[in-house]
Each structure stands twice: as C-alpha cells, then as structure tokens.
C-alpha cells in the first residue's frame, strides 16, 4: 500500500525514535481494532463467494422453523422463510462489502484523473472543473442518487453508477490541493530539470507523493457508500430481492420491527460495525501519514 | 450587503433553470408513465388522461409548457393524489419538514459544538477519546437503525412516546433526535478541527498571559473565533439534514417533502418529483446564500473585492 516514495517524505521523528507511518498505524488501538473487523468480514464475505460452508444451515431452504428468534441452532434466528439469518447476514457482507470497495475504486479513478488534470493545469481550466466539483459537492447525495436511479433502474448497476457519480468529488479536490502544493517543490523542478517529460513528472513524482491522503479519502469512501447504498435500500429506492445486501435485509425486518426484531437487529449490527471500522481506519491512516500529530499522547 | 443579496438572487436564477431543466429530462427520458398502473385503464382513458396532462405532446413542447409554468410559480398537478395541486402538497409538506429540520438541527448544534471543543481542549486525552468515539458512533449508525432502535425502545417497549404521524409536539421528539445524529456529529468533528486550530494562536497565548481566566480565555477568544467555520457549514448541513429527512419521515411516516419526494419517484408523479426537486435547491440556494452574509458578518477579511 505505501509507495516507497511516501513513506520518505512522510516519515518524521517522532520523539527519538523515527517510526514509518505503518508503525504509526499499527500505534491505534482503534484503527487496529477497525482493521481486524474489516479483515474478518472481508475473509466471510470472500469464503461465501466460493459457496464455503461456514454454517450449517446456510442453503437450507427446508427448514419449518419460521421467524424463530436467536437460539443454539440459528445465533441470529431465522425469517419468514425459514431462511437462517446469520447465513443471509453472511451472504449479504458480499455485495455490501463490494459495493463498498467498488465505489472506492470508481472514486479513485474519476477523482484522480479529474483532480490530476486540474491541479497539473492549472489556471482557468483549473477554476472551471472547480466550480462544477463545487456545484456537484453542494448537492444532497442520496437525492441525487435518487434521481439517478429513476434514469439507470436500481439493479446493483444502477446503485453502482449512482454512488460513482457522488462520490469521486471529495477525491478531486484533494488531489487537486495535492498537485498545486507539490508542482512548486524543488525535488519536481530537479525532475524537469533532469528532462523527464511531464506524464513521467505526473506517474512517477506528483502521484506517489500525493498518495497518502488519497488513501485516508478512499478508506472514507467505503463506509458512505455501505451506509448509503443501505439507506437507498431500506427506503425501497435501492436493491430489491431477489439482491440481498444488509440494506435489503434491514428493509425486510424494518416491516416486522414490532414483532421480530431480530430480523433488523443482526443486519443493522452490520453496517454498523463494518461503517464504523472503516472510520476508525480513516482516522487511523490520517493521523499516521500527518506528521504534525503526536501520537505518543494518545494512551 | 443588499448588493450581495441582490446578485445572489439573481444568480439562483440560471441555476434553478438548470435544475428544472436538468429534472425535466431525467424524468422524461425514462420509460414508464405516471398512469402505467397495475389496474390495466383501457387504452381510450389513458390517452384522455395523457391529453389532459399535455403528455401526449412532443417533449419540447412539454418542456416550453412546464417552464413556463414554473415562472408563474405554479408546479402542476399530482397524477396520484387526486384533485390536489404539487403547489398544495408542498404547501403543507414544506412547514413540517422546515420544523423538523430546525428542531433537529437545534439538538445538532446544542450537542455537537460542545462536544467537540470539550474534545478538542482536552486534546489527547481522556475526554477526547471518548467525546470523537461517539462522534464517530454518530456518523456510523444509518439512520435508519437509529430510528428502529428508538421506536423499539421508546414507542414498543416503554410505549412512552408516540410513532409516526405529526400531531402534537409529542410526535416531533423521536425523529428529530433521529435526524439529529448525523447532523450532530459533523459538526462535533468539525468543531474539534477548528477549536484545535485556534488554541494554537499567538493571540490565545498572550489572553492567557495577561491573566485572564480560563472560561474567559475559552468562551470569548477560542470558542467565538473557532465558531466562524461552523456557521459557514450551513451549506453541507442544510444538505445532510434533507438527506436524512428522506428516511427519517419514511421511518415515522410524516407527511413532509422527504417522504413525498420518494413515494413521488416510485410512483413516477412527474410534476411532484420535479416540484419537490424545485423546492430543495431553493433551500440549498438560500443556505448558501446565508452563508456568504453570515461570512462578511463574522470575519472582515473575507470581504468579497467584487
């Protein structure tokens, strides 16, 4: 994850001892303890997509046991179908976890390249591309995702492009900062100097420098896309069974809230913990990678 | 300062005709139409209604009709709710959206702001783990799980509260301290980042050196001067607390935009959607708007030269 370049210019004395941002990281209890909780619920979600059997009743369709609250057999109970919560639980990890990451990536890409040209250009295409990150920043992401998903339908595609679509502004914006700040540096007056040409400036100099907060943006990105893929589901404007994510989950237990509160709770308890483990990491990386930070106080 | 207001008033104008026009096609391109119901209308009364509503009109045609209705102020009819104009639902829909968002975003800043400079001048420690471990609790709970969970609580169980509707002020507790938490939060982290920037001041050192008191030094020189950002996330905010009114008023069924705007989309009622649209940038423009006084007011040196 850290270029080579970064931890050099990031790295600080932090008091006598000089620690690389991943020791600074590895310093959080909490970012430690958000990193554990992503890794188990990745590992989960990666096993149930090669069908691994990680409880017994996962696929059982057959079961007679309806709307049963936890107990040894089901932890989390079963629904309306029989259908064993936990095992659903599991099984929706995998597309709320990949929408999570999806988005990131989509983020990533768009946010990049748009805050690369702008920053790297400069000038009036610089205030021009700006305004309209302004003009899209300003606007309530989920109405816009609502909007876009009249036009696109609300398979996972739609939600996909919808939550692209809101999410790569703050990206741009940052690597945008990134570049006008780094273009004046010496070290990349030394690299025209030396004749490189400016694609070579830009992929081998500006962006491995600008990495780190791009990283700290991305881990936020996950976590807003997961709450807000969520949200459009539960409100009925998302996925739609037969799709299961947590958000269709907690939809389905939304209607028998009073009545079987189990079928809420467990989905809930997801996003939650998956939501805010990645807060914690964004937290975590951002105070690592920012020399000005003391950690040592933080015991 | 009238300048300023006047310019921006007149610059709300091409954006709101960007918006409508923007809604317009998005709505229009799609397939499906308001009267596509699953209660299959002979064909002779669909085009009847299709003819009353102009839908049968080429799109442009539509278009020139619907924005030259929009200037006169008038956002169409509700293909849904019978007899009721989009001016009429969202003349009754607007003040309770408006009373909820104030009263939620009333809690916000009450809890919000105090939590993140108690976070920040205890920087490092105790108190500020503790006071950014629940701020961080508060923007990752979805709102909708807090909503669950308070109606579970308060309304089913303890039975202490009413759920859903809006009749007296009883009904507002729960989904404005709903809609509160993210709001809250927001402001609680951003508070701390100020707050942290200011107590690092010249000017904060030398109050302290001349003898004032610590209240004194926190209150008149760290809290006032960290407050000018805070106010200026009017903007955001306004955004997030319409964002949240989406679920909060589908949770509790209250009869404001929100809740009108989402069963608007899924019913595809046209002119709702486009109008509840409408009204949402008009409160985002005034916000913003807002902000750009309340800018002037708080710090000189933000003066605009134009």
């Known amino acids: 994850m850290d270029s080579t370049a970064t931890v050099k210019t990031r790295t600080v004395s932090d008091g006598k001892v000089t620690l690389t941002p991943w020791e600074r990281l590895l310093k959080i209890p909490t970012a430690v303890a958000g990193m554990v909780i992503i890794g188990l619920i990745c590992v989960v979600a990666l096993l149930s997509a090669f069908n691994v059997p990680l409880c017994a009743f996962a696929y059982d369709q057959t079961s007679n046991i309806y709307l049963a609250g936890p107990s040894q057999l089901h932890p989390m109970g079963t629904d309306e179908l029989g259908r064993d919560v936990l095992a659903r639980v599991i099984y929706g990890a995998r597309l709320s976890i990949s929408i999570g990451l999806t988005t990131a990536l989509t983020a990533f890409v768009i946010g990049t390249v748009y805050g690369a040209v702008s920053g790297y250009f400069g000038g009036k295409l610089d205030s021009l591309l700006m305004r309209g990150v302004d003009i899209a920043y300003s606007l309530p992401d989920l109405l816009v995702m609502i909007l876009v998903g009249v036009l696109v339908g609300r398979g996972t595609i739609g939600i996909l492009i919808a939550l692209g679509l809101v999410s790569w502004m703050g990206t741009a914006r940052l690597v945008r900062a990134q570049f006008l700040q780094l273009k004046n540096e010496e070290f990349i007056e030394a690299a025209y100097a030396q004749g490189q040409s400016g694609l070579n400036v830009v992929l081998k100099h500006l962006f491995p420098n600008a990495l780190g907060p791009i990283i700290v943006a991305l881990t936020f990105t996950v976590p807003s896309a997961i709450l807000s893929e969520s949200t459009l589901s539960f409100i009925g404007l998302g996925l739609s069974p037969p799709a299961c994510s947590w958000g269709t989950l907690a939809s389905d237990g939304w209607r028998s809230l009073r009545a079987h509160p189990h079928l809420i709770f467990f989905p809930s308890m997801f996003i939650f913990l998956t939501v805010l483990s990645f807060n914690f990491l964004g937290d975590g990386l951002r105070d690592a990678l920012d020399p000005r930070t003391r950690l040592n106080k933080f015991k | ?306």
């Open chain 2, 1 to 306: 300062m009238l300048g300023l207001i006047i310019k921006r008033f007149l610059m709300a104008i091409p954006v709101l005709l960007i918006v409508a026009s923007l809604t317009f096609l998005l709505v229009r391109i799609v397939p499906g139409g308001p009267f596509d119901s699953e209660k299959n209308l002979p064909p002779e009364i669909v085009a009847n209604l299709n003819a009353k509503y102009h839908l049968d009109k080429p799109v442009p045609e539509q278009y020139v009709l619907y924005i030259a209705r929009l200037a006169r102020g008038d956002l169409g009819v509700s293909y849904k709710y019978v007899n009721r104009t989009v001016n009429d639902i969202l003349f009754d829909a607007l003040p309770v959206s408006c009373q909820l968002g104030f009263v939620a975003l009333t809690l916000a800043v009450v809890f919000g702001v105090p939590l993140g400079a108690i976070a920040a001048l205890g920087r490092g420690g105790k108190q500020d783990f503790f006071a950014m471990l629940l701020s961080t609790l508060g923007i990752s709970v979805p709102g909708f799980v807090i909503g669950a969970g308070l109606i579970f609580i308060f309304a089913i169980q303890l039975k202490a509260l009413p759920v859903g509707l809006w009749e007296s002020p009883w009904h507002v507790i729960l989904p404005a301290i709903t809609l509160a938490f993210s709001p809250g939060a927001y402001l609680a982290r951003l508070t701390r980042a100020s707050v942290l920037e200011i107590v690092e001041k010249d000017w904060v050192r030398t109050a302290r050196s001349k003898g004032l008191s610590e209240w004194d030094t926190v209150v008149k020189h760290i809290l006032r001067n960290s407050l000018i950002p805070v106010v200026t996330v009017l903007g955001p905010l306004t955004a997030i607390v319409i964002t949240g009114s989406f679920v909060v008023e589908y949770i509790y069924a209250i009869p404001g935009m929100g809740r009108f705007f989402i069963t608007a989309v899924m019913n595809r009622d046209y002119d709702l959607i486009l109008g509840t649209t409408m009204i949402f940038a008009v409160l985002l423009i005034i916000a913003n708007t807002f902000v750009d006084i309340a800018y002037q007011f708080l710090d000189p040196r933000m003066r605009m030269e134009d």
